[in-house]
């Protein structure tokens, strides 16, 4: 049984489409068939990403208006063939395209696809509109601040009056350091303010900007923390619920302390 | 001392007033009242209930509370001493 899986934040810039390629590779590594696609019409980004910006010829725009055929539009990735990406349309915006063609274009994705992932634009508005249409479930990302969890609570509830089951949380650009000195909002922390359940953290790290400059997503390299930290995403997305989340064992001085003198619960691989 | 060791131990760091900060933000967002709305809402309860009984106007806390996704407004009143009442 297929499935549409909408990634979303509201806010900008948290992470979004680092977060629907990587799960993308992720669910394709586990043999899933995959398609990627960029509804952040005007300003699209998940093709360079994912390294396939020079081989885009149609996109999701000259689907919906009948230019061209589906299958023309949708680009293979250079290592999997069994992930595709249908990229966004560069020149328009976000208003030519409606949800209802985007129910449509959903519906006919997952007759050939395991896995439709939305890359959802910023806002609130139509793109957001758009996105979460043809969804059968949300992925909500934040990053441990107030700014980013202020607008994914208020995107919870836009999920919710969309209809959509209680989504899930990705929290991104997670620092163990700065949580262990009482400067970063915990896991817990979160998980008491925006009250989802958890499928992903995912640490703040430099291998990110290195996979951007090189258009391969981080979750291909098997010695890669933020790589291990998708694949679990993407394992407990598929019925493995249990997967420990990494980045969450303090590793600092004082943690070891603190956890020595009872003064912090050991969190361990849970 | 126990606040040299909050303070290695880092208990006290920014964290925490971005939790409570976000709270106060969210229940805001919620119930969609501003401070300002908050505030005159709290003057006429206080009007209200000092029909009643004597209260510490500058003592009495109101506040909306997030737990769980359950938004509840709570309030705390010191009262000095319950007014002679007819009947
Ligand atoms: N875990 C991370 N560690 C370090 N940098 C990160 C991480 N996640 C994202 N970034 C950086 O943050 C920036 C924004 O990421 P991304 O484009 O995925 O966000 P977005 O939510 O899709 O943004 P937009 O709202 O503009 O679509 C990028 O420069 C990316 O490299
Ligand atoms: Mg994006």
Redesign the interface.
């Known amino acids: 049984m297929s499935e549409c899986i909408v990634i979303t934040s509201g806010k900008g810039g948290v992470g979004k489409t680092t977060t629907s390629a990587n799960l993308g590779v992720s669910l394709a590594r586990l043999g899933h068939r995959v398609v990627v696609m960029d509804a952040d019409i005007g300003l699209r980004n998940l093709d360079v990403i994912m390294g396939l910006e020079n081989r885009i010829v149609y996109d999701l725009v000259h689907v919906i208006e009948g230019e061209c055929r589906l299958k023309q539009a949708l680009i293979r990735d250079k290592r999997l063939d069994n992930l595709y990406l249908l990229p966004a349309a560069q020149t328009r915006d976000k208003n030519c395209v409606t949800p209802d063609q985007m129910r449509d274009l959903v519906a006919q994705l997952k007759e050939e696809f395991d896995y439709v992932l939305v890359d959802c634009p910023a806002g609130i508005e139509q793109g957001f509109r758009n996105s979460v249409a043809g969804a059968d479930r949300a992925i909500i990302v934040t990053t441990p601040?107030?700014s980013a969890?202020?607008d994914a609570?208020?995107i919870i509830g836009l999920v919710e009056a969309a209809e959509l089951p209680e989504p899930t949380l990705v929290i991104n650009r997670f620092r163990q350091k700065m949580?262990?000195?009482?400067?970063?909002?915990?896991k817990a922390?979160i998980l008491?303010?925006l009250?989802i359940p958890l499928v992903g953290i995912v640490p703040d790290h430099e291998e990110i900007i290195v996979s951007a400059n090189r258009g391969i997503p981080v979750a291909y390299d098997d010695e890669s923390v933020v790589g291990e930290a998708y694949r679990r995403v993407a394992r407990r997305l598929t019925g493995e619920p249990e997967v420990p989340f990494i980045a969450e064992q303090p590793t600092g001085f004082?943690s070891n302390?603190?956890r020595w003198m009872g003064?912090s619960p050991a969190r361990g691989a849970v | 001392m126990h606040q040299i060791i909050r303070r290695i131990f880092g208990t006290q760091g920014s964290k925490n007033d971005a939790k409570s900060r976000l709270k106060l933000l969210l229940v805001h967002d919620a119930v969609d009242l501003t401070p300002a709305e908050m505030e005159a809402m709290k003057a006429e309860v206080i009007e209200v209930m000092s029909k009643y009984i004597a209260l510490d106007r500058g003592e009495v806390e109101f506040k909306l509370e997030r737990n769980e996704g359950e938004i509840a407004l709570v309030s705390n009143v010191p009262v000095r001493r319950v007014t002679a009442r007819a009947g």
Do not use: H, N, P, Y
């Not at chain 1, 949580?179 to 915990?186: A, E, P, Q, S």
């Open positions: 601040e107030v969890i202020r609570d208020r949580v262990d000195r009482g400067d970063m909002l915990d922390d008491e303010i009250a004082w302390i603190k003064m």
